[in-house]
């Protein structure tokens, strides 16, 4: 796979405690594959888990039961765990669970072929978080969008309204 990225847009949160963060208009076509760098910064010391849906070419964010993924998550202090779906709302954790503010949780999401409305679209992720004992945790991550449509844009969300100021979704094309 080719290695050169290529800076295409990015989004900051200033706007306070939120609950989900978009950054649309991010996968031209010209490009087959795409990394989205996130930086999830949350608000106290319980679990946060950031997790993903995607944008379709209308702007609305995809939530039916389109997502299949496998996680595993690697953690310091405890043994592994992992998790999968076959028709879930979303992409359970790509970017991790984080509970140690204020440390972010960050990772590189890889997605292929969004703009291509003929396939599906699949992901994979490296992420990285700390939890409340300050031990820290791995992900990796796999997943398909179990429908050929136009991916235009991302939104990653949680539902405690816990993500906050810096939060941060920066997507490069690949070449």
């Known amino acids: 796979m080719a290695t050169n990225l290529q800076f295409l847009k990015q989004a900051i949160n200033t706007s306070g405690r939120i609950t989900s963060f978009e950054l649309t208009d991010c996968f031209p076509s010209i490009y087959k594959v795409f990394q989205v760098h996130c930086e999830a910064t949350t608000y106290s010391d319980l679990a946060r888990q950031v997790d993903v849906r995607l944008i379709d070419a209308s702007g609305s964010v995809i939530s039916?039961?389109?997502?299949?993924?496998?996680?595993?998550?690697?953690?310091?202090?405890?043994?592994?765990?992992?998790?999968?779906?076959?028709?879930?709302?979303?992409?359970?954790?790509?970017?991790?669970?984080?509970?140690?503010?204020?440390?972010?949780?960050?990772?590189?999401?890889?997605?292929f072929n969004p703009a291509d409305s003929g396939k599906f679209t699949y992901a994979t992720s490296e992420a990285a978080s700390?939890?409340?004992?300050?031990?820290?945790?791995?992900?990796?991550?796999?997943?398909?969008?179990?429908?050929?449509?136009?991916?235009?844009?991302?939104?990653?969300?949680?539902?405690?309204?816990?993500?906050?100021?810096?939060?941060?979704?920066?997507?490069?094309?690949?070449?």
């Open 64 to 111: 039916d039961s389109e997502y299949q993924y496998a996680r595993l998550q690697t953690r310091s202090n405890a043994s592994f765990n992992q998790n999968q779906s076959t028709g879930d709302t979303n992409w359970d954790r790509p970017f991790c669970t984080n509970d140690n503010n204020p440390e972010p949780a960050v990772g590189i999401l890889t997605l």
């Open 130 to 175: 700390m939890n409340g004992s300050s031990n820290l945790r791995g992900g990796k991550f796999i997943g398909v969008h179990k429908s050929n449509e136009t991916i235009t844009g991302i939104q990653i969300y949680n539902s405690d309204n816990a993500m906050g100021n810096g939060t941060k979704l920066t997507v490069y094309g690949v070449f």
